[in-house]
Every structure is written in C-alpha cells, then in structure tokens.
C-alpha cells in the first residue's frame, strides 16, 4: 500500500507532465449529447438519395475555402452505410444534415446549429490558436446529437490534426449504437466497412 507521503509527490509530478502533451495539438471531441429521437435510418434514407449535405458555417483556420471544404468533407466516414458519399450543403437543404459551425465560441442550445446556413469566413492558420468546432446532425429544425470538439494545427483546417477531429466529431454525431438499443429498436442496415 502507497503511503500519503509518497502518493502526493507521485501526483505532483504526473500534474507537471501533463501540460508537455495535452493541448499541443491532440484533438478533444467532448460534450456530446444524442437526443432519445436518434436513429441511423434517417442517414440511410438520405444517402439512397444520393448524397447526405453537410453545412459549414463560421470562421476557418485556411486560405483558400475550396480547399478547406474538400478536406472537410474528405474527413468525414464512409462506412456507416452502403454508398455514402457527403456533399457541401445549399440554403435549401432543410431535411438530414451535419452542421459544422466554426469559431471561438460554441453555439449552444445544439437546436440553433440547425438554423445556420452555409456561410465560411477564412483566416490565417495559426499554430497557437486553437480550432474549436460545434456540430450537430440535424433533422428538420431539431439535433438528434451534437458535440464540441477542438484541436491546434498550424496547418489550419487542411491539416491532419483537424482532419482527425472532424472525423471523430462525425464519429460521435453518428454511433453506431445508442445507450438502450437492442436488436428489435436498431435500424436494419449494418456498419459496411472498418
């Protein structure tokens, strides 16, 4: 058994290594909430209609919005379900979507990211200031999940380190399981990939 007297030195140190690897670049997905209303059958639905939109709105971390969109959308999985390809959203895209809103502060409650049309700011990559992000996967004017998520990357959004969060962002927008599913509530359509 560990004394007092060792453990809190023991801690100490382990608190004075923790700021050399946590905010340098690693991305955080948190605060994800997935609404009770939840289900895979309404991204199934729309990628049978031939592609799933994605809004993006806010302030970029790029320098060149064409750019920045394709590797957004390339980050985003493929695998949920048979043949899902992602698109940029327009103003009339209202029914499934995900919503990508970029800046320094979270637009909260998540109902409101269904709200924002597609509208990109860009500004310089820096490699100190942190992308933050709020998403949601939307269906009409209601979020059935949403999360926040952040990550430094000097390369800006085209990055590696924001191609990872964005990734891990859809990943948690989109679960493949929701707390209380069994075989009888679960959509029947499986994972087609890795």
Not at 134 to 140: D, K, M, Q, S, T
Not at 173 to 190: A, E, K, S, Y
Request: with cysteine.
């Amino acid at each position: 058994m560990i004394s007092k007297k060792k453990l809190i030195p023991a801690l100490a140190a382990a608190l004075l290594l923790l700021p050399s690897c946590a905010p340098s670049g690693m991305s955080r997905v948190s605060q994800t909430d997935i609404s009770s209303a939840y289900t895979r059958t309404d991204l199934s639905v729309a990628a049978a209609r031939g592609s799933v939109p994605v809004i993006f709105s806010g302030t970029i971390p790029a320098t060149d919005q064409s750019k920045a969109e394709a590797a957004l959308l390339a980050a985003l999985p493929r695998y949920y379900v048979a043949g899902l390809t992602w698109r940029p959203a327009t103003a009339n895209d209202v029914g499934t979507r995900l919503v990508f809103a970029f800046g320094a502060e979270p637009i909260f409650p998540p109902d409101r990211l269904c709200g924002l049309a597609p509208r990109l700011t860009l500004t310089p990559p820096s490699a100190s200031t942190p992308i933050q992000v709020a998403a949601a996967y939307c269906r009409g004017p209601s979020a059935l999940s949403s999360t926040v998520g952040d990550v430094i990357d000097p390369a800006g959004i085209t990055g590696e380190r924001a191609a990872s969060l964005i990734g891990g962002m859809a990943n948690a927008l989109l679960p493949l399981h929701t707390p209380g599913d069994d075989d009888f509530r679960r959509p029947l359509f499986l994972r087609t990939g890795s």
